[in-house]
């Protein structure tokens, strides 16, 4: 249980660090940002179940106000805007990335993580974020696509691929460290 709420922290805390890294913000005002790519290795280190909950703790905490997301954001506000769908999507995927994780268990540790940060940290993100989208802009689902998601695609594509190997790399030093394996 104890080491369960450690991991929970400590990855809620990783997901905040990668909010540090300099972001990009397009045109549209959604920002690039490293912080997708804590969420896919919540899922694929973590497992569905804690790696949900670290993302829940890091979005209780900026929605208590502290500046975690990129650019020092954090409060109500940022739940607000028609980017928020990727924040919504956030715990969505990175239970998905778990339990994909866990369902490929018996896979090469990296594949299997690779694949399973972009069904979660893609596919699922922006099944959520993009409608979301499209509902507070009131735009098409072809404006949407093409500024909500377009745009940020090729870098999560990345993002997933370095978390494969993060956690490919994390289970060779320490298997018993990527609990979605156990």
Not at 38 to 54: D, E, K, N, S, Y
Request: aromatic share 8%.
């Amino acid at each position: 249980m104890e080491r369960n709420i450690v991991y929970i922290a400590l990855f809620a805390a990783l997901i905040a660090v990668l909010g540090l890294l300099p972001k990009l913000t397009l045109i549209s005002g959604i920002p690039i940002t490293a912080q997708s790519l804590g969420i896919m290795l919540c899922g694929t280190i973590l497992g569905a179940r804690r790696g949900a909950l670290a993302v829940l703790l890091f979005l209780a905490l900026v929605a208590l106000g502290l500046p975690l997301l990129a650019g020092g954001r954090g409060g109500l506000g940022v739940f607000q805007t028609p980017w928020a769908g990727f924040l919504f999507g956030f715990p969505v995927a990175a239970y998905v990335a778990g339990l994909v994780m866990e369902r490929l268990s018996a896979r090469n540790v990296g594949i299997a993580a690779g694949v399973a940060a972009f069904v979660g940290g893609v596919v699922v993100l922006y099944a959520i974020a993009v409608p979301y989208y499209m509902i507070l802009k009131g735009t098409g689902l072809g404006e949407a696509i093409t500024v909500a998601a377009l745009p940020f695609i090729p870098g999560d594509i990345v993002k997933a691929v370095l978390a494969g190997v993060a956690t490919h790399s994390i289970y060779r030093a320490r298997p018993s460290a990527v609990l979605s394996r156990s």
